[in-house]
């Protein structure tokens, strides 16, 4: 992981003023251009400090230090789940894994959200459908269960830029899309070795 | 080519069907549902009902090349093709397209006439993966094809 | 805008191809409009095909077939110049009628 | 009747091509099977007949409408967009332009014209949709090239930068999140790297396009409105000046590229 936030910051250094400088037109401009539409309301428009520093466009120059404090802010803010388990149910993980719904102003707020996992990775290898944004997870339960890697999958889970600032990711636990359960049972369809995750290609 | 004639419809019935159908021009809809529409395989939920609906339980037949994807980009618009080898298999008269599991599996019945080739390319929806049929009907029997689709899911998800 | 017919005929050796794509929704009565009502059904039951005045085709649908048709085929015979004329009607009564000449 | 060039439309509509993005060849038999039969020609036709039709309390056509290149001048007109008009001192993408035109020109009501810009679940068609479908296919084979000699020009492309890369919602998503890398698929959709001129040239050049997934002719403006649905944002208005931003931003970075469209998609 930080070889991944150092290649970053060698990439763009020196200051973040150049590029908010607009910010505040930018903020009047979409308040003008959006209208809330059922649970897609104009309060998502508006930008926490991960969406801000994020939000550069590439080449842009992102201060250094910027990104480690936020990196270690995000990090610490990481809730593991309360009662030390991690693995719940491959199944159900699958289900999430493979759902694209949830928090568009056309969804029904009362079903649950989905994790959307295919749309960026491939997972199982019976699945062809899958997206490519995101590095294959195919197999990933290979990296065992020991106490690190769980901790380690579930702060990716959780929170992306706990490791990655700037990660296209979202931030499932982090920002709610998944509850704890979902996030365990996206554990398990990952980790667990009778998952669809971990058979081989035929 | 006079012998065409002689099997599957006989010449006067297409004749017959040909003076009906014209007709139906001039007077759309309720002429040409009551002489051909197979009203209740349409109307049949299952696969087996549908092909029940339309005749005798059909054989394979290496005669019908049956083409559609084996991975359609969407389920609304799956493209297929029927043809058949009038050598191997003479005297078709109908075809028909059935999808295993959307809610009416009879997609679509063709009626031929001997003068036509017996190839139709057609586009239909497929709810989900699932075997699609294509049933002829040839001197009173039904023969068939069939293949997997695989319907992927699109874009962002959803 | 529904009824409007595109055929295209092309003689080919001894057959005549014929290609035509049809303007009609073809829905199937199963999906909702946004505000959660359902859309009612609409689609092409009978379509036929003509080579001059004889029939070469005709076609009986569900509504499987999907939103603005496509219909291909073949006849034996057929000259440049001959008319080809594909007319439909669908479940509300709508109907819908174009032709063109083989070339 | 002066500029219906039937003929033309007929022509072009079953030329119309098949502009399916590059991915890995999982759908190349599909794509041979479905052939370059393009239901868009039905929409090209629609939306010629609605610019020579008469309508609103003025009872008059379209045809004084000035898209950039003089009152009524169809031909090339779509891949100037979006400009700069003095007329409304403001930078106007077609769809901006159509509606300003439609309540000045045929005394039209703004909000009756606004009301439903694209089409909903069950709908077969918007007037806006046919008149863009109708105009793009106008400029078919014509090189991109987007007015940038105004300075509001030059800003909306700014703007359009700054908000392609604006991270926001629940999911953290922005344009970017998809569109600034190449070769990359969702699902199994290759997605344009919008930051570089072969992608943007590629998407841009493209749409308007018949979507085979909903049986009907999409714009630009919807395709951007549908993006932030799935971003997860509220919705974006169709000549908003966020929506005029992003496509002036896509429309320069593709400029020197080909209008292929009206094309057929997913």
Redesign the interface.
């Known amino acids: 992981m930080k070889r991944l936030t150092a290649g970053i910051t060698i990439a763009l250094s020196a200051s973040v003023a150049t590029w908010t400088a607009a910010s505040d037109d930018i903020e009047a401009v979409l308040q003008n251009s959006f209208i809330a539409k059922n649970q897609a309301t104009m309060d998502r428009l508006e930008r926490d400090a991960v969406q801000t520093v994020c939000s550069a466009p590439r080449g842009m120059p992102l201060d250094n230090d910027t990104l480690t404090t936020l990196r270690e802010q995000r990090l610490n803010a990481v809730a593991l789940p309360a009662n030390g388990h991690y693995l719940g149910d491959w199944q159900r993980g699958a289900e999430v894994a493979g759902s694209g719904r949830g928090l568009q102003s056309n969804d029904d707020p009362t079903q649950p959200n989905g994790g959307n996992c295919y749309a960026c990775h491939q997972l199982a290898p019976d699945e062809v459908a899958y997206g490519t944004l995101g590095p294959s997870l195919m197999g990933y339960g290979a990296r065992g269960q020991s106490e690190a890697m769980l901790q380690y999958t579930w702060t990716k889970l959780w929170d992306t830029h706990a490791y990655n600032l700037c990660s296209h990711m979202p931030r499932f636990g982090a920002q709610g899309i998944l509850t704890e359960q979902q996030l365990k049972d996206v554990m398990a369809y990952l980790l667990d070795p009778a998952s669809p995750v971990n058979q081989p290609a035929e | 080519m006079t012998t065409t004639y002689s099997k599957g419809i006989s010449r006067r019935g297409w004749l017959r069907?040909?003076v009906i159908?014209?007709a139906?021009?001039a007077l759309?809809?309720r002429v040409?549902?009551a002489v051909?529409?197979?009203e209740a395989a349409?109307g049949a939920t299952a696969l087996d009902e549908a092909l029940a609906a339309l005749g005798d339980a059909p054989q394979v037949h290496e005669g019908i090349q049956f083409t559609t994807p084996d991975i359609a980009e969407n389920g609304?618009?799956?493209?297929i093709?029927v043809g058949v080898d009038a050598e191997a298999l003479p005297n078709v008269s109908k075809v028909s397209v059935l999808?295993e599991m959307?809610?009416?599996p009879?997609?679509?019945?063709?009626?031929?006439?001997p003068?036509?080739?017996v190839?139709?390319?057609?586009?239909?929806?497929v709810a989900q993966t699932c075997t699609l049929y294509a049933v002829v009907e040839a001197d009173g029997q039904l023969y068939m094809q069939s293949r997997e689709t695989k319907v992927t899911l699109g874009g962002c998800g959803g | 805008?529904?009824g409007?017919i595109?055929i295209?005929a092309q003689k080919k050796g001894n057959?005549t191809e014929v290609?035509a794509?049809m303007?009609h929704?073809?829905?199937?009565g199963?999906?909702?409009?946004?505000a959660g009502d359902p859309?009612a059904a609409h689609f092409i039951?009978?379509v036929?095909v003509f080579h001059g005045?004889?029939?070469?085709?005709?076609?009986?649908?569900?509504?499987?077939?999907?939103?603005?048709?496509?219909?291909?085929?073949?006849?034996?015979?057929g000259e440049a110049g001959d008319t080809v004329r594909v007319?439909w009607?669908d479940n509300q009564?709508g109907?819908g009628e174009g032709e063109t000449t083989i070339r | 009747m002066k500029k219906r060039n039937l003929g033309f439309t007929?022509l072009a509509?079953?030329l119309c091509a098949v502009q399916i993005a590059a991915d890995d060849g999982v759908f190349d038999q599909y794509r041979d099977l479905m052939g370059d039969?393009n239901?868009a020609?039905?929409v090209i036709?629609?939306g010629e007949e609605l610019w020579f039709s008469p309508q609103g309390p003025k009872s008059a056509t379209l045809e004084a409408c000035d898209l950039g290149l003089g009152p009524g001048e169809t031909a090339g007109a779509y891949v100037r967009f979006p400009r700069y008009f003095a007329d409304t001192d403001a930078v106007m993408d077609l769809e901006a332009r159509l509606v300003h035109c439609m309540t000045t020109i045929q005394g039209r009501d703004l909000e009756t014209v606004t009301a439903k810009p694209y089409s909903?679940?069950?709908d077969?068609?918007t007037e806006i949709e046919a008149l863009v479908t109708w105009l793009a296919a106008e400029s078919e084979g014509a090189t991109i090239a987007p007015e940038q000699t105004h300075a509001a020009e030059r800003a909306m492309y700014t703007l359009g930068e700054e908000i392609f890369f604006y991270r926001a919602g629940p999911h953290d998503f922005s344009c970017a999140t998809c569109h600034e890398q190449s070769d990359m698929r969702i699902r199994l959709q290759a997605l344009p790297d919008l930051t570089s001129h072969a992608g943007a040239a590629e998407a841009w050049g493209s749409w308007p396009a018949y979507r085979i997934s909903q049986?009907l002719v999409r714009t630009m403006g919807w395709r951007l409105r549908d993006c932030f649905r799935q971003q997860r944002w509220p919705e974006l208005q169709m000549g908003s000046e966020a929506s005029i931003a992003l496509q002036t931003y896509m429309a320069v970075n593709a400029a020197g590229g080909i209008m292929t469209g009206p094309g057929l998609k997913r």
């Open positions: 069907w040909t159908l014209s139906a021009v759309p809809g040409w549902a051909a529409r197979p349409f609304a618009v799956v493209p093709r999808v959307n809610p009416n009879l997609a679509a019945s063709f009626d031929i006439p003068s036509t080739e190839y139709i390319e057609t586009r239909v929806k | 805008m529904a409007r595109k295209r057959v290609k794509l303007r929704p073809m829905e199937t199963m999906r909702k409009d946004q859309i039951t009978e036929s005045d004889q029939p070469v085709m005709q076609g009986h649908w569900g509504a499987a077939v999907s939103a603005n048709p496509f219909l291909g085929l073949r006849f034996a015979g007319v009607t009564g109907t | 007929l509509a079953w039969d239901p020609v039905f036709d629609e909903l679940r069950g077969f068609g049986g």
